[in-house]
């Protein structure tokens, strides 16, 4: 079946990091992504990965996937307080139709 | 457009009534998805259509739900006889259709059934 879940809420001061964990359970994901979704609004896509990668980066995003352990995350250099918002991670699989499983979303507050 | 555009922003209707949600996705995507978020909680997938055909509608909770999309463009997702429990933010997206095409989604539906 499919599964993916995440932690619910993170804390970080502002200009620090933040490291949101993702964990999935289909062993034929293709592609991994981050979506971030501010109050009101729909959901913006941030990063993905291809699942025969184990790093992306892009500007102050890291992505890490370790297949072997279905682990996935996403890490926000120097995080601002515009980056408050709920993070969604997502996988695609080979027989889902290109459809997106969603985890539940980590809302990340940033404090001053 | 330039994104998916969905419509109405807001939807207010009295239980029992019927109500039809517009998404109009980006132009030449031939994949569209519609989705559901309750208050506090993550997507759930309802139903994809590849052109104007649904292989997938195994997310539609239940007959009272519906969608269909035409010209390979609009769709309407269309609930009837709406439930409190129907109250949600439905969100649609669409996607190029290819292999490692992202989904780009619109701002949603906000639906409160009072």
């Known amino acids: 079946g499919e599964d993916v879940e995440q932690s619910l809420f993170l804390s970080v001061r502002e200009g620090d990091s933040s490291v949101i964990n993702c964990t999935y359970t289909?062993?034929?994901?293709?592609?991994l992504y981050w979506y971030k979704q501010e109050p009101g609004a729909g959901l913006q896509l941030l990063t993905y990965?291809?699942?025969?990668?184990d790093m992306k980066q892009d500007q102050r995003l890291t992505v890490l996937l370790n297949k072997k352990d279905k682990h996935l995350s996403l890490r926000i250099a120097d995080t601002q307080t515009g980056d408050s918002a709920i993070y969604f991670c997502?996988?695609?699989?080979?027989?889902?139709?290109?459809?997106?499983?969603f985890g539940a979303g980590t809302q990340v507050v940033v404090t001053p | 457009g330039a994104g998916v555009s969905q419509s109405p922003s807001n939807k207010v209707t009295e239980k029992g009534k019927d109500v039809e949600l517009r998404c109009d996705p980006i132009?030449?995507?031939?994949?569209l998805y519609w989705y559901r978020q309750r208050l506090g909680q993550g997507l759930e997938f309802l139903i994809y259509?590849?052109?104007?055909?649904?292989?997938?509608k195994s997310g539609l909770p239940s007959d009272r739900f519906s969608a269909e999309r035409t010209g390979e463009s609009v769709s309407t997702l269309t609930i009837q006889r709406t439930q409190q429990e129907d109250s949600a933010v439905y969100l649609c997206?669409?996607?190029?259709?290819?292999?490692?095409?992202?989904?780009?989604f619109g701002n949603g539906t906000r639906l409160t059934v009072t």
């Open positions: 132009s030449g995507h031939t994949a």
């Open positions: 289909d062993s034929s994901s293709t592609y």
């Open positions: 990965i291809f699942s025969n990668m």
């Open positions: 259509f590849q052109g104007n055909s649904a292989p997938d």
């Open positions: 997206a669409s996607s190029s259709g290819l292999a490692n095409s992202p989904l780009h």
């Open positions: 997502a996988e695609k699989t080979t027989d889902s139709w290109g459809k997106l499983q």
